[in-house]
């Protein structure tokens, strides 16, 4: 089991999508997030309030990954426990890793040990596909992002990681470190 962790933009979905395409199980939290989100922000507020929110009023600290556990759970009984290994992209605390990590060692009865691989991209770099991929201007957004990111524990996951793709350069250099660290 793989935890894909890094900031925003730094390569986690493209990663994701190369691994899937090699045979891995890959789960994204991100969009399930986003649907809770959807499903129940009666308040209109942006999605890190709302997760704020959710953890400030919420008597279960874990609800997010409960809920997230669920989702999960019904991928794996769909077929999903035929594949290669499970990479789990997105999460941004240490607590979030290490509490989904004795959930999923239930659903997929595997006593194997997980590895965290973070994605390490120069901020500036990571802005830059941010911006392109929106196709708007929403820096400040970004920004804002990344300090979340930052007081949800982002760094404490980089520290302990066991390894750290640097995702500076091309796509090609970025597939060859793919191959080289989940294909060996």
Same mark, same amino acid.
């Given at each position: 089991m793989f935890f894909l962790c890094g900031h925003r933009s730094s390569g986690k979905s493209v990663t994701g999508k190369i691994l899937k395409d090699k045979g891995y199980w890959?789960?994204?939290?991100?969009p399930f997030i986003r649907k809770y989100y959807k499903k129940n922000n009666i308040e209109n507020l942006s999605l890190t309030d709302f997760i704020k929110?959710?953890?400030? =009023? &919420?008597? &279960?600290?874990?609800?997010?990954?409960?809920?997230?556990?669920h989702e999960l759970n019904k991928q794996y009984k769909r077929g999903c426990k035929n594949k290669k290994d499970l990479v789990i992209i997105g999460f941004r605390s240490m607590n979030d890793i290490r509490f989904f990590e004795k959930k999923l060692q239930k659903?997929?009865?595997?006593?194997?040990?997980?590895?965290i691989v973070f994605m390490e991209t120069e901020l500036q770099l990571a802005l830059k596909r941010f911006l392109n991929r929106k196709k708007n201007n929403q =820096? %400040?957004?970004?920004?804002e992002q990344i300090n979340y990111e930052k =007081?949800?524990?982002?760094?404490?996951? %980089? =520290?302990r990681a066991d390894v750290i793709i640097d995702n500076n350069s091309s796509i090609n250099n970025l597939l060859k470190k793919i191959d080289y660290y989940f294909d060996n």
């Amino acid at each position: 089991m793989f935890f894909l962790c890094g900031h925003r933009s730094s390569g986690k979905s493209v990663t994701g999508k190369i691994l899937k395409d090699k045979g891995y199980w890959v789960f994204d939290v991100g969009p399930f997030i986003r649907k809770y989100y959807k499903k129940n922000n009666i308040e209109n507020l942006s999605l890190t309030d709302f997760i704020k929110r959710k953890e400030s =009023e &919420n008597k &279960n600290p874990d609800w997010m990954s409960d809920f997230l556990k669920h989702e999960l759970n019904k991928q794996y009984k769909r077929g999903c426990k035929n594949k290669k290994d499970l990479v789990i992209i997105g999460f941004r605390s240490m607590n979030d890793i290490r509490f989904f990590e004795k959930k999923l060692q239930k659903i997929t009865f595997s006593k194997d040990e997980s590895k965290i691989v973070f994605m390490e991209t120069e901020l500036q770099l990571a802005l830059k596909r941010f911006l392109n991929r929106k196709k708007n201007n929403q =820096e %400040k957004h970004f920004w804002e992002q990344i300090n979340y990111e930052k =007081e949800w524990g982002i760094e404490k996951i %980089k =520290e302990r990681a066991d390894v750290i793709i640097d995702n500076n350069s091309s796509i090609n250099n970025l597939l060859k470190k793919i191959d080289y660290y989940f294909d060996n």
